[in-house]
């Protein structure tokens, strides 16, 4: 009997039961009711996958048989029904032959698939049912087909193998026939050992195992540990692969307790194991043998050892093993190894040049890292060689005071800092008599905490020797080196002669032979040196210093030429007395240059006495050395400058006073004035001097000239003044009546004629009421030619030619000026704004008397009037809101028509002017400020509209 068949007649009565009713629907009668006899037969036998159709009382049999048997039942099945006549079988056909009859599950992380082949689909279903209650959340992938061939216990097989799944992580099972191989991963330790077990009982009758391995469950993180106990124990824990590697395991923990009868095995299988865990295991146990107790665990590949050492020898071996011999694949995760305790607990530091040496103990790695960082700051230490070692039995707060001891080699080279328990020594060479000083004395050298055990330093042998002494104030400081306490002694008295004395004198070797003596002159010298001070570094001397009389500098200057001491170098900077002010002044007049003040150097007056003899110059030095010179003043260069100078002045004179030079001189040939300031000028800014004050003079020129030229209402100004107090007064005088500018090219020269800004004032006045004109001014007598602007202007310009007094012959050469074009009113209001812009008619203060610098001004505005056709212009007065109403009226009204007089003089028709004033009523700026009045104050021009 096939017993797989259980798996597929489950379901039977359904499937009879809706065959017969679809019979039933579809045909009546006898036909009806023998097919549905049928199909429930065929059900009753175990046969479902077996349809029947019937025409009249024959039989038609359909479907897929799982073999020939029961195809041959179901024919059997047929027949026994009563009332059918015949069956039909030709339209069943078989599944196809499977051989072998192979069934495949595969049980992943994320997934089950089914492959291979199965009888029916009521076997598929039961199948899939089975599976479902083992996958979990993973994803059921059906890839199983239909054949025949399968064993008769294939039901009780598949049943067997889906209860073994229930407890694999993952799995591979194939049945092959009856034979079942499996390999899978138990999903915990209660999974693997149950599987064990069933796979090791009985098995459903006839199957047989094939090729099994169920590995024990994969742990995540892989944990296993050995502890050593300090009664030797060994307990071992955690999780182990197989077997073969507890045994290993085992091995290795009985050889390090003595025997396996003092180790406790607590260890579990596991997958998940790193690559090489045996060895590591052994490892991780063999590190315990340096150890009294302790505990090595690997987690994953990751080793930790925990523990205290046995000895100082035991320590080293295990911190190497751990640091340089890990097996490949394995990381050291912690490494917390206790020490041996060492006593006496000793800390050496030892320096030799740019390398320090570390040795003795530290209690830990954290000390070692901060004392070799401590070791570094060591001023000079370049390198450092560690070789400290681990050890328990430090004192309290050794890190602190090891770290001070180091300090203590600072300035020391060689030096040794040691300390045993609580003594501490200190040995070496100081390296500077600072240093030796300060490492001499023990309450500021030995730690607190520590007791001082030895202090050797020896001081340090200078070179160069260096001993000074300086002048500061009212005293003397003395700094460097002496040999002894009576060379102290002698140096200090000395110096006293000068005033208190400050020693910072410091007792060392090598002081060269001429030593007392160098110092004792040199002290000498500087007494009479303002801020002297005098340095000795071996057998080099230099002084430095002011001398405060002439007396002085004389007996120093003498000491450096003689050398009286012997020194092989001497380097001195003495300066002669002070001058304050430092004046020099040089003087020629013809052949005579007389030198007279201060000069800074014994060359630079040298270099000048020969430059102005070899010229054959009569020179008279009056001159004396003196410090106090401007600095950045080349005062080598100035033989040149006089020399220069005197191929273009004479007389003149160089006054040098600080960093400030003046020149006076009066030029050699006419014309000449502004190329020799020049040639000064750049002389003394090549000098140094920032600041220089040139003043060369023409000489006097004959005929005394002065031109003036002019161009509408500009003019230009060439010729010759007095000085610059002249010129500047009449370029003033120009300026007032020529408002678009004045150009000057005056020359200032001697010899002016009395009178001289009289009469130049006179023809400017004359020239600025043309259009265009020429003023010459040759000794006293004048020449000017030119355009007047109206007939009527002639006689009044040459009436104050007349005036002028002092003037010699006056030479009148004018005439009349075109009137233009004729202009309309807007354009006459246009020229009249365009004159009245820049000038304004100026009167006597609080009159309307007009002024004379605005006659020039008024000549224009005539002329303009003139071209405005017959136009009549209005000539309106305007005053400030300074004083009362009716006073600013009237003096409106007088100034307007004192401006309409001055018109009608010209040769303007009276009947073209009309006067008007308007007081303060029409102001164009505010009268609270003066430049508001200042515009209120105003002459205006319109022509009048009808």
């Avoid at 199948?127 to 239909?146: K, P, S, W, Y």
């Avoid at 000083?437 to 607190?448: E, H, I, K, L, T």
Wanted: proline share 5%.
């Amino acid at each position: 009997m096939c017993r797989w068949r259980r798996w597929i007649i489950p379901g039977a009565v359904a499937v009879v039961a809706l065959t017969a009713l679809a019979l039933l629907l579809r045909a009546g009668g006898i036909e009806g009711d023998l097919t549905q006899r049928t199909v429930e037969t065929l059900a009753r036998d175990g046969l479902p996958w077996a349809s029947a159709s019937l025409d009249g009382r024959n039989v038609t049999l359909q479907g897929t048989a799982p073999s020939e048997t029961d195809r041959d039942l179901a024919i059997a099945s047929a027949n026994r029904v009563w009332g059918n006549h015949r069956v039909d079988a030709g339209s069943i056909s078989l599944l196809p032959l499977a051989d072998p009859y192979q069934i495949s599950i595969n049980v992943s992380e994320g997934a089950v698939t089914l492959s291979g082949t199965l009888p029916g689909a009521e076997a598929q279903t039961r199948l899939l049912d089975a599976v479902r209650t083992v996958a979990g959340n993973r994803e059921i992938v059906d890839q199983t087909t239909l054949a025949r061939g399968a064993p008769a216990e294939l039901g009780s097989y598949l049943g067997f193998l889906t209860d073994r799944l229930d407890g694999l992580a993952t799995a591979e099972a194939v049945l092959n026939g009856t034979e079942l191989s499996l390999r899978g991963l138990a999903a915990s330790q209660e999974s693997y050992n149950s599987e064990i077990a069933a796979l090791s009982g009985d098995l459903p009758d006839g199957m047989t195992l094939g090729e099994t391995e169920i590995l024990p469950p994969l742990m995540r993180p892989y944990l296993w540990s050995a502890t050593r106990g300090d009664d030797g124990r060994v307990v071992l824990e955690g999780n182990v692969p197989t077997e073969t590697a507890r045994q290993d395991v085992l091995a290795a923990a009985a050889t390090l307790a003595g025997g396996m009868d003092r180790v406790e095995d607590r260890m579990m299988l596991a997958s998940g194991a790193p690559d090489g865990f045996a060895g590591s295991a052994a490892f991780a146990i063999g590190q315990l043998a340096g150890l009294l107790d302790g505990t090595a665990s690997l987690e994953d590949s990751e080793l930790s050892v925990v523990g205290r050492a046995r000895d100082r020898a035991s320590f080293d071996a295990v911190t190497s093993a751990l640091t340089r011999g890990l097996p490949a694949g394995v990381t050291l995760a912690l490494q917390d190894i206790r020490p041996a305790v060492e006593s006496p607990y000793t800390f050496t530091a030892r320096r030799e040049g740019t390398a320090l040496t570390l040795t003795g103990f530290v209690p830990d790695d954290d000390a070692r890292a901060a004392l070799t960082a401590a070791a570094g700051g060591v001023a000079g230490v370049e390198n450092i060689i560690d070789e400290l070692r681990v050890a328990d039995g430090a004192p309290e707060g050794f890190q602190t005071l090891a770290t001070q001891a180091l300090g203590r080699l600072a300035g020391l080279d060689p030096g040794e800092a040691a300390l045993s328990d609580l003594a501490f020594s200190l040995t070496g060479t100081a390296m500077t008599p600072e240093d030796y000083a300060a490492r001499s004395d023990a309450g500021a050298v030995v730690p607190q905490g520590l007791d001082l055990a030895t202090l050797q330093i020896a001081p340090p042998a200078i070179d160069p020797y260096v001993t000074e002494a300086m002048r500061e104030g009212e005293g003397v400081i003395l700094r460097g080196f002496v040999p002894s306490e009576e060379a102290r002694a002698a140096l200090v008295a000395a110096a006293e002669v000068m005033g208190p004395v400050r020693d910072e004198l410091q007792l060392a070797t090598g002081a060269p032979d001429i030593h007392a003596d160098t110092t004792q002159a040199a002290m000498a010298v500087i007494a009479g040196l303002e801020g002297g001070r005098f340095s000795l570094s071996n057998e080099t001397l230099t002084i430095e210093g002011q001398a405060g009389d002439d007396a002085a500098y004389e007996a120093a200057t003498a000491f450096v030429d003689e050398n009286p001491v012997g020194v092989a170098v001497i380097s001195a900077t003495i300066l002669p007395p002070l001058a304050d002010p430092f004046v020099l002044t040089i003087n020629r007049e013809g052949q005579a240059v007389t030198v007279s003040g201060h000069m800074p150097s014994e060359l630079a007056r040298a270099l000048l006495l020969e430059t102005l003899t070899g010229e054959a110059f009569e020179v008279t030095d009056e001159s004396r050395l003196a410090s106090g010179a401007a600095e950045g003043i080349t005062f080598d260069a100035l033989g040149p400058l006089v020399l220069a100078l005197a191929g273009k002045a004479d007389p003149f004179s160089i006054v040098i006073d600080g960093a400030t030079a003046t020149v006076r001189g009066m030029a050699l040939e006419q014309g000449s004035r502004t190329e020799t300031e020049a040639l000064a000028t750049d002389a003394l800014t090549e000098i140094g001097f920032d600041a220089a004050d040139v003043v060369i003079t023409e000489g006097v020129p004959s005929p005394y000239t002065l031109e003036a030229s002019a161009r509408g209402e500009a003019v230009r100004l060439g010729g010759y003044v007095p000085d610059q107090e002249t010129a500047d007064s009449i370029l003033t005088f120009a300026r007032d009546r020529f408002s678009r500018g004045v150009s000057d090219e005056l020359t200032i020269a001697e010899g002016a004629p009395q009178g001289f800004s009289g009469l130049v004032e006179a023809g400017l006045q004359a020239l600025s009421r043309l259009s265009s004109g020429e003023l010459t001014l040759s000794d006293t007598d004048m020449t000017l030619a030119g355009e007047a602007f109206l007939p009527g202007n002639i006689p009044s310009i040459n009436e104050g030619l007349g005036a002028a007094g002092g003037l010699g012959s006056i030479t009148a050469d004018l005439s009349v000026a075109d009137a233009g074009p004729q202009r309309s009113a807007t354009e006459c209001d246009l020229y009249f704004a365009q004159l009245l812009a820049g000038n304004a008619i100026r009167f006597q203060s609080g009159s309307a008397a007009i002024e004379a610098t605005s006659y020039g001004l008024l000549d224009r505005l005539a002329h303009t009037v003139l071209t405005c056709g017959g136009a009549q212009v209005e000539v309106s007065g305007h005053t400030d809101a300074t004083g009362g109403d009716a006073a600013n009226q009237r003096l409106s009204e007088a100034r307007a028509q004192a401006v309409v007089d001055y018109l009608v003089s010209a040769g303007i028709p009276a009947d073209r002017l009309a006067a008007e004033g308007y007081g303060e009523t029409d102001p164009v700026a505010s009268n609270d400020t003066e430049e508001g009045r200042a515009r209120n104050r105003r002459i205006e021009f319109n022509v009048i509209r009808n």
